[in-house]
Nanobody, 116 residues
Framework: QVQLVESGGGLVQAGGSLRLSCAAS????????MAWHRRAPGKQRELVAT???????NYVDSVKGRFTISRDNSKNTMYLQMNNLKPEDTAVYYC??????????WGQGTQVTVSS
């Protein structure tokens, strides 16, 4: 059973940066497309960024040019570098498969709060 542990969130001012990390147990992480998702207060979960096994990436329009997803398969770890953060980026961020058909068990997520 894969376990996902997200970290790196915090409180930052608008325009600031954070780097999120996702540590995965098990080697299956290395052979699946992964993603960062987020859930803002009162909103549905949103797919933010995806990365293939070969590290091809895709982003939701609202974060293009500001967020960068990456992975280190040798460490079973994925990252999300978030620059020029905006208050609307405030959410709990989760890593998981891209979905929607298959997900690993969800981790606790990491809270990102951006103040204006």
């Amino acid at each position: 059973q894969v376990q996902l542990v997200e970290s790196g969130g915090g409180l930052v001012q608008a325009g600031g940066s954070l780097r999120l990390s996702c540590a995965a147990s098990g080697t299956i992480f290395r052979i699946v497309r992964m993603a960062w998702h987020r859930r803002a207060p009162g909103k549905q979960r949103e797919l933010v960024a995806t990365i293939t096994v070969g590290s091809s990436t895709n982003y939701v329009d609202s974060v293009k040019g500001r967020f960068t997803i990456s992975r280190d398969n040798s460490k079973n770890t994925m990252y999300l570098q978030m620059n020029n953060l905006k208050p609307e980026d405030t959410a709990v961020y989760y890593c998981n498969q891209e979905g929607p058909s298959h997900y690993f068990p969800w981790g606790q997520g990491t809270q990102v709060t951006v103040s204006s």
